[in-house]
Nanobody, 123 residues
């Protein structure tokens, strides 16, 4: 499964962006989907994950209250709404499909990844 992220860009602190993730094949399947990010010189870190139904979600502490993960299974798309962006949110953002139905936060739990989309937040 190949995933394609879009929606990144250059914004100012306090602005919002919405990232999208869609699969290259017709459907994600009934999987948990996650978002990760990697800032320059840092390891990739977990951002958010959402269950197949959308009822269950989990977030990294650093984005709670500012980011919202959602999905539209009819459109086979997962979203990451990012509000009140900060310079420290600057990173390449990746979506990924979890191996099972668990809301995992570790990279090894995910088996399909996109190429990433760059988000740059200026101060």
């Amino acid at each position: 499964l190949q995933l394609v992220e879009s929606g990144g860009g250059l914004v100012q602190a306090g602005d919002s962006l919405r990232l999208s993730c869609a699969p290259s094949s017709p459907t994600f399947g009934r999987y948990v989907m996650g978002w990760f990010r990697q800032a320059p010189g840092k390891e990739r870190e977990f951002v958010a994950a959402i269950s197949w139904s959308g009822r269950d979600r989990t977030y990294a502490d650093s984005v709670k209250g500012r980011f919202t993960v959602s999905r539209d299974n009819a459109k086979n798309t997962v979203y990451l709404q990012m509000n009140s962006l900060k310079p420290e949110d600057t990173a390449v953002y990746y979506c990924a499909r979890h191996r099972t139905g668990v809301l995992g936060t570790a990279q090894y739990e995910y088996d399909s990844w996109g190429q990433g989309t760059q988000v740059t937040v200026s101060s």
